[in-house]
Every structure is written in structure tokens, then in C-alpha cells.
């Protein structure tokens, strides 16, 4: 698990270091032109699904890779613009 240096002061003031480990990804954030379509094509489709529909969707999605969790802690659901807006601020890249 990747490790993140951390600042903070002791009782006397002085900084100090300390070591926390960060939250490891789930998924991945580099995909192809074509998962970006899919995922593209499976976010929309699991949007306007019923709740028993969408258990089988998600499944989907988490198979090619994609776990919203890995970038949001919203727990509300998330949009095909949630994850073009993923895209365009560059934390997941497309490889082609």
C-alpha cells in the first residue's frame, strides 16, 4: 500500500512526520478508447434501470475495471457527466 508523508506539530510546536497509509484503488484509471465507451454505454443504461437491474449492471462496470469509489465518497450514485468529468480533470486517462 502506497505510504503519504504527513505533517504535524508535537506539544512543543515542532513539526513532525508522520507516515499514513493511503487508500489503496479497487479498480484501475486508465482505460481504452472502447471501456470508455462501454462504461459510458453501462452508466447510462444503469442510471434509468430498476434497483435489481442495476445490482447486474454495476457487476459489469466492476469487471471492466471502473469503481466510482476509487474517486468519490458520494454514495448517492453516479452519472455518465460524473465520470466524463473524471475524464476531463484527468484523473482517469485514456491509453489510445
Excluded at 499514513?20 to 462504461?39: D, H, Q, Y
Aim: charged share 30%.
Amino acid at each position: 500500500m502506497a505510504k503519504r508523508k504527513v505533517t504535524t506539530q508535537n506539544e512543543t510546536n515542532e513539526p513532525t512526520a508522520l507516515i499514513r497509509p493511503s487508500k489503496a484503488m479497487k479498480g484501475k484509471n486508465i482505460f481504452t478508447s472502447l471501456e470508455v465507451k462501454e462504461l459510458i454505454e453501462l452508466i447510462a443504461e444503469k442510471v434509468v434501470a430498476t434497483p435489481d437491474k442495476q445490482k447486474g449492471i454495476r457487476a459489469k462496470i466492476r469487471k471492466i475495471g471502473f469503481y466510482y469509489s476509487d474517486f468519490s465518497s458520494k454514495k448517492d450514485g453516479y452519472t455518465v457527466a460524473d465520470f466524463e468529468a473524471l475524464i476531463s480533470s484527468g484523473q482517469i486517462k485514456i491509453s489510445d
